[in-house]
């Protein structure tokens, strides 16, 4: 199962895009990156998922590169409220007996006005 | 439309006590899964089930049992506390194979074992 590893935290600054990278060196070939947003008191908040490439919702952009052992959460004209911890996950889509989902210990972002 | 529910919201235990964490969700979803969350640590799948009338162990089962009777249930349980399982817990759903990443959480259980 592949491990991730993410910055302990970043501070911004309201309008501005923020990049959150995790690094998954041992990543396999049919597992997916995921990531999640955490609000304090709450539990995670599906935001966007992906294999390959770059993949673009409504709130944020992922970007994965050739060799997909890393990704970079894009999170575009940040805001207060995007006050939180941010977790990046690494696992096959279709889970198994067996399988092992593993949240690594997250980023937390902190914005500022 | 709910999506996750648990309960109860808190507790309390003594060591040695025994209870259950209902999990309920109404979006007609296949797999359910149980959490623990530490302070300061991301979550650690506990167990999950990837259908009615089925359980799989995850990362840290041990002192923990599950039952998936109905489709819409998930139900934890501790049969002897210790402090060790002092945690909040979540629990979440997803629709079926394809989207197991996808999770949808519930609001959680602040659970204190003294």
């Known amino acids: 199962l592949a491990k991730t590893t993410q910055p302990i935290s970043m501070d911004s600054y309201e309008g501005q895009e923020v990049n959150i990278t995790c690094s998954h060196n041992?990543?396999?070939?049919?597992?997916?990156i995921t990531w999640y947003q955490q609000f304090p008191s709450q539990g995670p908040r599906f935001i966007i998922q992906?294999?390959?490439t770059k993949v673009t919702n409504e709130v944020a952009s992922l970007f994965i590169p050739a060799d997909r052992k890393s990704s970079t959460l894009s999170l575009p004209r940040v805001s207060l409220s995007d006050t939180a911890v941010y977790y990046c996950?690494?696992?096959?889509?279709?889970?198994?007996?067996?399988?092992?989902?593993?949240f690594g210990a997250g980023t937390i972002l902190r914005v500022k006005s | 439309n709910a999506g996750v529910t648990q309960t109860p919201k808190f507790r309390v235990l003594k060591t040695g006590q025994s209870m259950t964490l209902l999990c309920a969700q109404d979006?007609?979803?296949?797999?359910m899964y149980w959490y623990r969350q530490d302070p300061g640590m991301g979550l650690r799948l506990i167990h999950y089930?990837?259908?009615?009338?089925?359980?799989a162990k995850g990362e840290v089962p041990d002192g923990y049992n599950v039952s998936r009777l109905k489709k819409q249930n998930f139900l934890l349980g501790l049969e002897s506390a210790a402090p060790s399982q002092t945690s909040v817990y979540f629990c979440?759903?997803?629709?079926?194979?394809?989207?197991?990443?996808?999770?949808?959480f519930g609001p959680g259980t602040r659970l204190t074992v003294t």
């Open positions: 996950l690494v696992g096959p889509r279709i889970l198994e007996y067996g399988n092992k989902l593993v």
């Open positions: 979006m007609n979803h296949e797999y």
């Open positions: 041992n990543i396999a070939t049919n597992d997916y």
């Open positions: 979440a759903s997803s629709s079926g194979r394809d989207h197991s990443y996808e999770q949808y």
């Open positions: 992906g294999y390959k």
């Open positions: 089930s990837v259908g009615e009338g089925t359980t």
